[in-house]
């Protein structure tokens, strides 16, 4: 295993583990760093099930997204808090369907954009990068890239993956969609997977806990406050559910709540 990437933006701290490089390490990625390691180790040793909690929740994130393209027609997505490249990014999947689909990653974290961009140098014409933030819902619709790939007249799916844990509540996490969701066309989507902690109440305070020493403190949450998110939105069948339990593929691993405890849904707007 490496060190990480070995061209850095000089921004990037090595020494404070990060929620993008800790989920690379769960999934056995090589894009962390030795604190990232140590603490990924540590909390496995205490946790087991985040690994399969990191793995559960990709594999929700391809029956998405070929749902999306596949039987729902979207053709454009804003994956936001999209994480450091891994095998079925986004887009791959997308593309298995419509190579003509097109993706803008969404990420705040320097060491996602400098891989993202190398990822996505390839295939400049359908795919993206912004660096942003999610609290800032405004600067990702409006930035560039997001222009020159997005049409605002067109349903368009939001993809919040694993990501809004990591907004508590004193962030707005409510305001935030709604500022998204205003901005939205009618028929676009929302995907949202969460950590709970309904299944594992004990568990996901120590989770929480052991997350406030890395670069992003997060909050778990229960069912009601998770589906919440989708004010404004019909969920589409099976609704807020276990993430291996929305529309579960036979070919695919299965992992039971006690094994990831996170829910998972998607909504298509209302108006």
């Known amino acids: 295993m490496t060190d990480g990437p070995r061209s850095l933006p000089p921004e990037v701290d090595?020494?404070?583990?990060?929620?993008?490089?800790?989920?690379?390490?769960?999934?056995?990625?090589?894009?962390?760093?030795?604190?990232d390691r140590q603490?990924?180790?540590?909390?496995?040793?205490?946790?087991?099930?985040?690994?399969?909690?990191a793995q559960a929740n990709r594999l929700w994130l391809r029956r998405v997204v070929r749902y999306l393209v596949a039987e729902a027609g979207v053709r454009q997505f804003i994956d936001i808090g999209s994480g450091l490249p891994t095998a079925d990014n986004t887009h791959e999947i997308a593309h298995r369907?419509?190579?003509?689909?097109?993706v803008v990653y969404v990420d705040h974290d320097p060491?996602?954009?400098?891989?993202?961009?190398?990822?996505?140098?390839?295939?400049?014409?359908?795919?993206?990068?912004?660096?942003?933030?999610?609290?800032?819902?405004?600067?990702?619709?409006?930035?560039p890239q997001t222009q020159r790939l997005i049409d605002p007249e067109q349903p368009v799916a939001i993809l919040l993956v694993a990501v809004l844990h990591f907004l508590r509540d004193q962030d707005g996490p409510h305001e935030i969609l709604a500022q998204l969701r205003e901005e939205l066309a009618?028929?676009?989507?929302?995907?949202?997977s969460h950590v709970e902690n309904d299944t594992?109440?004990?568990?996901?305070?120590?989770l929480e806990q052991l997350y406030a020493a890395t670069s992003s403190p997060g909050q778990t949450r229960g069912y009601a406050e998770i589906a919440g998110f989708f004010e404004?939105?019909?969920?589409?069948?099976?609704?807020?559910?276990?993430?291996?339990?929305?529309?579960?593929?036979?070919?695919e691993p299965y992992y039971p709540p006690e094994q990831a405890w996170g829910y998972g849904g998607l909504g298509r707007l209302a108006r």
């Open 14 to 35: 090595m020494t404070t583990p990060s929620a993008a490089r800790l989920y690379d390490f769960y999934l056995g990625g090589k894009d962390n760093f030795p604190a």
């Open 97 to 102: 369907h419509d190579p003509q689909a097109r």
């Open 39 to 53: 603490a990924g180790n540590d909390l496995l040793a205490r946790i087991p099930e985040v690994r399969t909690m």
């Open 200 to 206: 594992m109440p004990e568990r996901a305070e120590l």
């Open 186 to 192: 009618p028929g676009s989507f929302l995907a949202v």
């Open 232 to 251: 404004g939105f019909e969920l589409v069948d099976p609704g807020l559910c276990h993430v291996s339990d929305w529309r579960p593929d036979p070919d």
């Open 111 to 143: 060491i996602v954009l400098a891989h993202a961009r190398a990822l996505l140098a390839e295939d400049p014409v359908t795919t993206d990068v912004v660096q942003a933030d999610l609290r800032e819902p405004h600067t990702i619709l409006r930035a």
